[in-house]
């Protein structure tokens, strides 16, 4: 089973709204990640997560905000977003091999998809 | 000049026939290599994996790396409409988490 599960499959918001996005996966990877998707580009590489610790920040804006609570589990939280952060924001992970931060991680497998607008 | 190129497209092929579909890159040091396939509005699928120069089958599709020419291909026989995707190559060094993908191929398979 190589599933990532993503919620919730769209989502609406204003510019003043606080929302959260949910990547679930049951794999037991111990590296998680979000990609921001827009139309007819490839996936741009925001966090990683290795063992519950934030191991990338690819400068991304402080509206948003990851967090690890599990190995299993990983939150986007959003707030006083921008109409040009509307995009499709992608969930992966992988394996990590070896132990600790920085080795060599297999491939990563893709959720979904949350289909994000904001007015 | 970008890391990865890849010809956007769109592709556009009758059933049956034999795709290629290719991505260079410019940094020798890449050692990992991926083939993604996105169906419009949903979040791409992993097709192929590699990490050594040489071919790889699964099933339909086939996936060939040269790193001294620093070129990947991708080739998928027998073609189906279903076929009809998005193909991102991706790539990454050996010690590294981010992925670095191509622009993405647009492919369309007509009955």
């Known amino acids: 089973d190589t599933e990532v599960t993503q919620t919730p499959k769209h989502l609406v918001m204003g510019m003043t709204n606080k929302k959260s996005l949910k990547c679930e996966q049951h794999?037991?990877?111990?590296?998680m990640y979000w990609y921001k998707q827009k139309a007819k580009k490839p996936p741009e590489l925001m966090f990683v997560y290795s063992y519950e610790k934030l191991s990338i920040n690819e400068s991304v804006p402080s509206r948003f905000s990851p967090e690890c609570p599990n190995s299993s589990l990983l939150n986007l939280h959003l707030h006083a977003l921008q109409p040009e952060d509307s995009a499709l924001y992608l969930c992966a992970s992988s394996q990590v091999k070896g132990l600790g931060l920085g080795l060599p991680l297999d491939t990563q497998y893709f959720g979904p998809g949350t289909r994000l607008t904001v007015l | 000049q970008k890391e990865v190129e890849q010809d956007p497209g769109p592709l556009s092929v009758p059933e049956g026939a034999i795709v290629s579909l290719n991505c260079t890159y410019s940094?020798?040091?890449?050692?990992?290599f991926m083939w993604y396939r996105q169906y419009s509005r949903k979040g791409p699928e992993l097709l192929m994996y590699t990490y050594s120069s040489g071919n790889k089958e699964d099933g339909r599709f086939t996936a060939q790396v040269d790193k001294s020419s620093k070129y990947i291909s991708l080739f998928i026989r027998d073609s189906q409409p279903s076929d009809s995707a998005t193909y991102l190559c991706?790539?990454?060094?050996?010690?590294?988490?981010?992925?670095?993908f191509g622009t993405g191929t647009r492919l369309q398979v007509f009955p």
């Open positions: 940094n020798s040091a890449f050692q990992y």
């Open positions: 991706a790539m990454r060094l050996y010690n590294t988490d981010k992925l670095i």
């Open positions: 794999m037991g990877h111990r590296a």
